[in-house]
């Protein structure tokens, strides 16, 4: 249920009516914005009588939530939510290119690409030092090394950094990471989501493999719940019936998600399509579709990468794509 407050209410009456609500066991998300605020209520409110509400003085209108994502919703929070890392900001109309291998493999390396993928016009850092690997006989990544590794790049590039971390016991080692990325593997550890949902710090959350937009926002509210407000959303393609891409990029879950959630939307057409000659036109489309930004995976020697070589773009081919994407960004 949400309360929109009439205007000119003051902060005294604003308060009273929240410990009111919450003396009746309801959680309170209050957002205010330019013209209006607005209390959310999250918790059993089907004690609360809709007409009652109404009538208290300061209160101008009431509505029914029936989504169960609360605080994801943009019901709760009509404005744009805005990430701020290191002074770059994503979503509200502002859109960052992130950038770098599938696994950092060695120092020069990641340091290699850092620089390439700055040079382009990437922002952002990616590379996964805890990897997720189908096979336990793959390079499973370089794990605490390869977080060293990235804070090396970040300390010569000035980029900040995104990695992926698969396992709670490890949020300590990610203390310096500027945003901690959940894998579509994980998307549903709620155990996980709960302890990033205790932290302070973006979360870069990847839809899972065969999931709806609803359990992606679900997984979301996991993390917003516990009092991390600072969540972007990837869609990195699902798995269908198709076996010339290695998952289906579902490019209208952007527009969707954007409809439904006030929180940024990124697309990773790397993953979505499993293959390098894909991911130009795909990353030009999301940035078409509303995306607030790109995850593309660029390896320096995309031949000898240890993962998820055959969608790796060169330096040069992701300066393209940056080019193709800046055209469309202009247009828009
Ligand atoms: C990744 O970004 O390296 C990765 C493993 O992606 P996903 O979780 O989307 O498969
Ligand atoms: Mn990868």
Redesign the pocket.
Known sequence: MIAILKQGVTKQERDNLIKWFKNQNVDVHVSEGEYQTILGLIGDTSVFNTDFIENIDIVESVKRVSEPFKNANRKFHPDDTVINTCGLKIGGGNFQYMAGP?SVESEEQIIEVAKAVKASGANILRG?AFK?RTSPYAFQGMGKDGLDLLLLAKKETGMPIVT?IMNANHIQLFEDVDII?V???NMQNFELLKELGRIRKPILL?RGLANTMQELLMSAEYILAGGNEEVILCE?GIRTFETYTRNTLDLAAVPKLKELSHLPVIV?PS?ATGYRNLVKPMAMAAVACGSDGLMIEVHNDPAHALCDGAQSLTPDAFTDVVNACENIRKVL
Do not use: M, N, S, Y
């Open positions: 599938c996964g997720p992926e990325q894998g579509a593997r990847k990195r990773d993953h």
